[in-house]
């Protein structure tokens, strides 16, 4: 089994900047896809940026320019930077992750629990 865990969402204005984080943790033998994913209320969630293994990296749109992902792959861990943020970009951030997991062979779907961004005008 693995488990995420993401940090470094809260409060921030208008232009401002935050690090999200995504620490990887449990039984893992790898980790191929890592995404972020946000979803504001009532609306669905959205694919914000991805990065495999490989290091394909694919952003959407809206934050073109703005957002930077990374992974440090010997820590496991993914980072979500966020530059120039705009009311819109408020909403949860998820991490996701594809893991292969001891005594499994295939790899499996993980998600976190969530962190909150607000961008305050």
């Known amino acids: 089994q693995a488990q995420l865990v993401e940090s470094g969402g809260g409060l921030v204005q208008v232009g401002g900047s935050l690090r999200l984080s995504c620490v990887v943790s449990?039984?893992?033998?790898?980790?191929?896809?890592m995404g972020w994913y946000r979803q504001a209320p009532g609306k669905q969630r959205e694919l914000v940026a991805a990065?495999?293994?490989?290091?394909?990296?694919n952003y959407a749109d809206s934050v073109k320019g703005r957002f930077t992902i990374s992974r440090e792959n010997a820590k496991n861990t993914g980072y979500l930077q966020m530059d120039n943020l705009k009311p819109s970009d408020a909403a949860v951030y998820y991490c996701?992750?594809?893991?292969?997991?001891?005594?499994?062979?295939?790899?499996?779907?993980?998600w976190g629990q969530g962190t909150q961004v607000t961008v305050s005008s």
């Open positions: 996701n992750a594809h893991i292969g997991v001891v005594g499994k062979l295939r790899r499996y779907s993980y």
């Open positions: 449990g039984s893992i033998t790898s980790i191929n896809y």
């Open positions: 990065i495999t293994s490989g290091g394909s990296i």
